[in-house]
C-alpha cells in the first residue's frame, strides 16, 4: 500500500521560515494537500494541488511537489502556526494521509 | 456556508456495529464530481482515510478496513451513513466526514464536521 513519510516534529523560531516535508513514491507525479490541526480542533485546509492557497489561509503558507517530496513552507512563522499539519494525496482511488507532523513555534 | 456535522453513539461494545451519519448543508451531494469522505483519528495518533462516496453513488474503501465498512447517501436529507461492523477497542477514535469538492487535479476534502469521539468498550 502506498506510504508518505513526515517528521515528527519540526521547530522554528518566530518569524523564520519552517519547511515541514512529505515523501513517498513518485509523490510529485500526484496531488498532494496539506492540513493544519490544532489541539481539539478539526483538521482545516491550508494547501490544495501541490501548492493552491485556500482563499482564508494566509499568503505566507506556500506548497511545492516535485520528484518524492512535498513541501509545505510557513515564511515568516507566527504562534498562532503552532499546530499538527498532515499531507495526504491518493493513489489508485485511495486517500492516504502521512504520520503529521508537529510544527513547534519556540 | 457549508457545514458537516457527524452523529451517533459515542459508546458501542466489542462485535458490535457502528452506525454514523454526517448530516451537511451549502452543498448538495448531486452536484458532478462533489463527495463526502469519513476520517478518523485514534486519541494522540494520525489521521487514517476510511471512505468516501461520491454524487454518482460510486464508493471508496480503505483496503484495510473495506469488508467493514459500508456507505450509503441520502441526497434529498443531505445525510451520509458509514456502518462499521465488528467493531473492536482499537476502533476508539474521532470520526470526522468532510466534503469532497470538484476537481479534476487531485482530490482533498473541506470543510470538515466537528468530529465525533466513539470510544469502544465493554
Keep these: 500500500s502506498y506510504e508518505l513519510t ?44 501541490d501548492y493552491m492557497r485556500p ?4 499568503e505566507r503558507f506556500s506548497g511545492s511537489n516535485s520528484g518524492n517530496t512535498a513541501t509545505l513552507t510557513i515564511s515568516g512563522t507566527q504562534a498562532v502556526d503552532e499546530a499538527d499539519y498532515y499531507c495526504q494525496a491518493w493513489d489508485i482511488s485511495t486517500a492516504v494521509f502521512g504520520g503529521g507532523t508537529k510544527l513547534t513555534v519556540l | 456556508q457549508i457545514t458537516l456535522k457527524e452523529s451517533g453513539p459515542t459508546l458501542v461494545k466489542p462485535t458490535q456495529t457502528l452506525t454514523l451519519t454526517c448530516t451537511f448543508s451549502g452543498f448538495s451531494l448531486s452536484t458532478s464530481g462533489v463527495g463526502v469522505g469519513w476520517i478518523r483519528q485514534p486519541p494522540g495518533k ?4 476510511l471512505a468516501l462516496i461520491y454524487w454518482d453513488d460510486d464508493k471508496r474503501y480503505s483496503p484495510s478496513l473495506k469488508t467493514r465498512l459500508t456507505l450509503t447517501k441520502d441526497t434529498s436529507r443531505n445525510q451520509v451513513v458509514l456502518t462499521m461492523t465488528n467493531m473492536d477497542p482499537v476502533d476508539t477514535a474521532t470520526y470526522y466526514c468532510a466534503r469532497k ?16 469521539l466513539v470510544t469502544v468498550s465493554s
Design chain 1, 6 to 49: 513526515q517528521p515528527p516534529s519540526v521547530s522554528v523560531s518566530p518569524g523564520q521560515t519552517a519547511s515541514i516535508t512529505c515523501s513517498g513514491d513518485k509523490l510529485g507525479d500526484k496531488n498532494a494537500c496539506w492540513y493544519q490541526q490544532k489541539p481539539g480542533q478539526s483538521p482545516v485546509l491550508v494547501m490544495y494541488r
Design chain 1, 55 to 58: 482563499s482564508r489561509i494566509p
Design chain 2, 46 to 49: 494520525a489521521l487514517e482515510w
Design chain 2, 101 to 116: 469538492p470538484y476537481s479534476n487535479y487531485g482530490n482533498w476534502f473541506a470543510p470538515w464536521g466537528q468530529g465525533t
